[in-house]
């Protein structure tokens, strides 16, 4: 049976919703709808660029914790609360992926967990063991 390893971040909802952060199992990660929360608090507030950044920071941490990294990633899915931030948020992507280039998926929803939160990313990485 192939061993499944998870990662926390801490946040306040892993315990109350029953989740993890990350997930590894075999050679491919999932990781968790990741916002810019850190410490209970939100980075950017008001900022989708830099609540982007932090997300995609979050996951790369996550990613390492597993043994893998960015350049593992093969999709991402980005859920906004405005759409029309979507340069914003597509700058901060590029910045972390220019070179990967995975596929990847940006939807509006009406809402996230947190009023104050912009932006919400999961990701998909492959790697070998």
Same mark, same amino acid.
């Given at each position: 049976?192939? $061993? ?12 109350? @919703? ?5 997930? =590894?199992?075999?050679?491919?990660? /999932?990781? %968790?709808? !990741?916002?810019?929360? *850190? ?10 660029? +830099? &609540? !982007? *950044? &932090?997300?995609?920071? !979050?996951? $790369?941490? %996550?990613?390492? *914790? +597993?043994?893998?990294?960015? /350049?593992? @990633?093969?999709?991402? =899915? ?8 979507? $340069? $914003?948020?597509?700058? %901060?992507?590029? /910045?972390?992926?220019?070179?990967? =280039?995975?596929?990847? !998926?940006? @939807?509006?929803?009406? %809402? +996230?967990?947190?009023?104050? +939160?912009? @932006?919400?990313? /999961? ?7």
């Amino acid at each position: 049976m192939t $061993e499944r390893i998870s990662v926390s971040t801490g946040s306040p909802w892993e315990p109350v @919703v029953g989740y993890c952060r990350a997930i =590894r199992i075999g050679n491919v990660i /999932e990781v %968790a709808g !990741t916002t810019a929360m *850190k410490d209970n608090r939100i980075i950017g507030k008001g900022d989708a660029y +830099l &609540q !982007t *950044k &932090q997300a995609l920071k !979050t996951i $790369e941490e %996550a990613l390492i *914790k +597993l043994g893998a990294g960015m /350049e593992n @990633v093969v999709r991402t =899915r980005m859920f906004v609360t405005d759409i029309s931030k979507w $340069e $914003e948020i597509g700058k %901060a992507h590029g /910045e972390y992926f220019k070179d990967i =280039r995975p596929v990847a !998926t940006m @939807v509006e929803v009406k %809402a +996230l967990i947190d009023p104050d +939160l912009l @932006v919400e990313i /999961e990701v998909q990485a492959i790697f070998q063991t």
